[in-house]
């Protein structure tokens, strides 16, 4: 047992806690000002801004589509429903630079709409909206596969009393089945929010990477690391690696909620 | 209000869950859909919830075609035999929920809800939360919640299947009583023969998707109307070609004409009865249940050569 776990801590500590350690270390390594600095540049600020937008705009997307698709999955029969299972993988399958490609041949230029949207000005591909499709897409998983086993779990019941008491279809999902499903869905949006601060291939392939205009945080930190301001990239990387934690927390304060409900 | 359902059909996939199944239930009574797992009891029980659509048939609540009225709009109380607590409302909030989703006026839903709480013993329980309660608690919240909207027909799928035998017996002598006082159409499903017969006014029992007899608990146990029926509600024993009740046959001490003979294997006191477990000259072992005072005059041993006859006919001269 005792070799186990040395083995398990000192894998470990080789894979997680020294790389991120020495991320803060270096950081911090001539000072906190240096470091300040360089992540409160307009461009930095601007990154860490478009990096939040896209957390803001894509979890709760994903979250009401993750929610409706697992209702769909579990409580209802229809033809092509194993397709539709084995479809919401799909992003956890495709490298993301794939996937970025693959959005860039839909709604670029040269795209399926590529004429109707230059024709009424509409920018998706190396813009905001290329990016926010691109983290959505990564992100979708998330919420239904963590929203299935819960309502897999709690059956069709407490759905089917509601029912017999006068509750509409809507009543009853507000009233019955969200309220159970709540924790599932609290920890499809952590791992959404953990997901979409951290993508970095397939938005970088649609963003264009314009410093100051689309350039999300993680795209920052590899732009400041290929202008050899290595300052810049472990100092973007430590408020990433802060966002990240902050949801982990946010996330382990869940469980614990979880447990004493339980209790 | 009386219910009938009439040629009701419903298949999941290719099993046959209801083959033409028709029932008719009196307004106000209190009947049993008795039958083994899988029989299709529940099926029936919840087509006529509106929580299953049939293939085929119709159901008639007090003469009105309900047949695609949802459940919903059924006015119907269910009972689950997992009590299908609402986990994360308090008992009281659980009682209360048809009463909010019909917006009645508050002090009037806590008026209510408070009398239920009464009724079901659970006055002092009204803000635990169902984790909280024991199974017996559990199912006597989901039958105030049930009752709690007033319905004209109540619905129990197999109530108290989940609860350990104390407390069930407890429960079938409570949903006994507030049947009595509270007169509402009621249908438990079961699959325990002494539940139904101790509970329900009428049964009907179900077999392979179809009813084998419907009447009064003495009817189906004295008359059963086919050999499933005779098997299902009560022991038997078969005497040569015939099936009959053990407590319906006697044991003699001297050869009679018709009387069968075999050896005593075993006597086996039950309290007040006495069961003879017997080994004929030829044929299956037969089993007897006698009286203690009648096992005691006849000094069985085993080992004994006895006869044994069918009480029900009067021995010939």
Redesign the interface.
Known sequence: MKGLRFAALGYLAAILVAPVGLIFYRTFERGIGAAWESVTTPEAQHAFWLTLVMVVIAVPLNTVFGVATAMLLERREFRGKAVLNSIIDLPFAISPVVVGLALILVYGRTGWFGDWFAENGIRIIFSTPGMVLATIFVCLPFVVREVQPVLREIGTEQEEAARTLGATPAQTFWRITLPAIRWGVGYGVVLSTARALGEFGAVAVVSGRISGVTETATLRVQERFEAFDPVGAYSASVVLALMGMAVLLFMNLLERRRRRMAA | MAIEATDITKHFGDFKALDGVSVNVPNGSLTALLGPSGSGKSTLLRVI???EEPDGGTVRFGGRDVTHV?????????V?Q?Y?????MTVRDNIA??LK??KQPKDKIKARVDELLGLVHLTGWADRYP?QLSGGQRQRM?LA??L??EPEVLLLDEPFGALDTRVREELREWLRRLHEEVHVTTIFVTHDQQEAMEVAEQIVVVNDGRIEQAGSPADVYEKPATPFVMEFVGPVTRVGERVVRPHDLDIVQDAEPGALEAMVQRVVYLGFEVRVELVPTDGPPVSVQLTRTEADALELAEGDIVWVRDGRVPARA
């Open positions: 919830a509106g929580l949802s459940a919903q709009n059924r006015g119907v109380g269910f689950f997992h299908a607590a609402f986990k994360h929920f048809g989703i019909r984790a989901a919640r049930a709690a909207v």
